[in-house]
């Protein structure tokens, strides 16, 4: 039920969002929208922005499902394209609301979640701590994200496949490189 629940007040803001820029709307406009009090709303989440927060968790964690290994990343990454692609109105509506901050933390953690999987994998055999695994996520994760975000800024024209490409093509044997380096401890320059 309580998924259900979340479900029906995460389409409700989709739907107004089609409606009215995120500013406009509240509480009461989703709750009425899906024929819920504000009380149910508040059971669930904190505000509008948890409620955003947990659409781009869902909507990510679906695209990526079964995705998340070094020999599906890019079958993870275009699938997560395609959602946003899916969801364009909800993506638009949220990217033109919200500081940058706030969407790179949105899309943040749905990137770091596939990479972090891959970062482990790769991993294995090689003596880097869980906070190099993280670093190295992280670093990456950026890059993928301000990739994803220049995407939805030029109104997604590319096809996902030739953004991922692009990715792929960028980032082939770096992540593996940086794992080495960081076992290896190198020193700074």
Not at 34 to 46: A, I, K, P, S, V
Not at 97 to 110: C, H, K, P
Not at 118 to 139: C, H, M, P, W
């Amino acid at each position: 039920m309580s998924q259900l629940t979340k479900r029906a007040l995460a389409e409700s803001l989709k739907a107004l969002l089609a409606q009215k820029p995120l500013s406009k709307i509240t509480i009461s406009d989703i709750t009425a929208h899906c024929g819920m009090n504000r009380m149910t709303f508040y059971y669930h989440f904190q505000d509008i922005y948890d409620l955003i927060d947990w659409i781009c968790q869902e909507e990510g964690g679906r695209a990526l499902q079964g995705r998340k290994d070094y020999r599906t990343w890019q079958e993870g990454f275009t699938a997560l394209c395609h959602a946003v692609i899916e969801n364009r109105t909800f993506i638009e509506g949220v990217y033109h609301s919200v500081q940058r901050e706030q969407i790179e933390a949105y899309l943040g953690r749905v990137v770091y979640g596939l990479l972090i999987d891959v970062v482990k994998e790769l991993s294995r055999g090689y003596a880097i701590s869980e906070e190099d695994q993280a670093y190295i996520t992280n670093f990456y994760k950026h890059a993928f994200v301000g990739v994803m975000l220049d995407w939805v800024r030029c109104d997604m024209k590319e096809a996902p496949e030739q953004v991922v490409g692009r990715v792929s093509r960028m980032s082939h044997g770096q992540l593996l490189g940086a794992i080495r380096n960081m076992a290896a401890n190198l020193p700074n320059p």
